[in-house]
């Protein structure tokens, strides 16, 4: 079982009240907010959604008509996730900095679909993604303690993902309310085992693999995971 050091608690307690201090303002949950228009950053990734459309038949194979994601293939949902995040990892998966552990099973599976797509093309697949609704999330686990979960986001979590889990572009690091249950626990236990993250150049998800590690056990995963649950049903 991994500790997290004195160094490492007293850092993350540092950051995570530095958010604190700037508010908890609830997020609506999925599919009740109103249309924004792209930012600055969101513009200079998007393409153009036409284009997109015709790229985006072969992901729907697996994620979904509206990339709604499909349990039964393992793919999560697309469609509520950030573009900056989106094109990393389409990045990543193109450059064999995901995907290529043994053990990854559906990031192999994923790895020749993205090196398909080039650099305007994951730029446009994104623009299609963006045009469709937020999907409705379904919990699948219910293992987990909300309040605890709670209380490890705030102290671990929190200072990365934002409150309310809403990710933070700065950071790179990912929109987890949302994010289905079942695909949440694959990549928490992907980092934990080092399936993930490892990759030569992936940096962002080798800092997540070191945070991971430090959970300490799999009731933890599934606290987690029910916090974020509960996020997403508000």
């Known amino acids: 079982m991994n500790q997290i050091t004195f160094k490492q608690i007293a850092a993350i307690g540092l950051v995570s009240l530095l958010y604190a201090c700037g508010g908890s303002e609830k997020k609506p949950a999925p599919g009740t907010e109103p249309a924004k228009n792209p930012t600055s950053s969101e513009e200079s990734i998007l393409g153009d959604a ?3 459309k015709s790229l985006y038949a072969t992901c729907a194979t697996c994620h979904g008509q509206q990339a709604e994601g499909m349990k ?7 469609a509520d996730q950030e573009p ?8 990543n998966f193109r450059t064999n900095k995901r995907g290529v552990h043994a053990k990854d099973v559906y990031g192999a599976q994923m790895a020749p679909m993205a090196k398909t797509l080039d650099s305007q093309g994951i730029k446009d697949v994104i623009a299609y993604i963006k045009t469709f609704p937020s999907p409705k999330v379904e919990t699948t ?4 303690s909300v309040a605890n979960g709670e ?7 929190g200072a990365c993902h934002g409150p309310g889990a809403v990710g933070i572009e700065s950071l790179f690091s990912p929109r987890l309310i949302g ?3 079942w695909y949440l626990e694959r990549q928490l236990n992907n980092f934990r085992d080092s399936i993930r ?8 998800g080798a800092q997540m ?20 649950n509960s996020l997403s049903a508000e």
């Not at 686990?141 to 987990?144: D, Y």
């Not at 693999?209 to 974020?228: G, K, N």
């Open 50 to 52: 036409t284009r997109g």
């Open 72 to 78: 039964a293939l393992g793919a999560p949902a697309l």
């Open 84 to 91: 900056y995040y989106l094109k990393n990892q389409l990045q």
């Open 141 to 144: 686990l219910e293992s987990g």
């Open 151 to 157: 209380a490890y986001y705030n102290m671990v979590c």
């Open 179 to 181: 994010m289905q249950d």
């Open 197 to 204: 993250g490892v990759e030569p150049g992936d940096t962002y």
């Open 209 to 228: 693999q070191q945070i991971a590690q430090s959970i300490p056990d799999d009731q933890t995963v599934s606290d987690l995971i029910a916090y974020i």
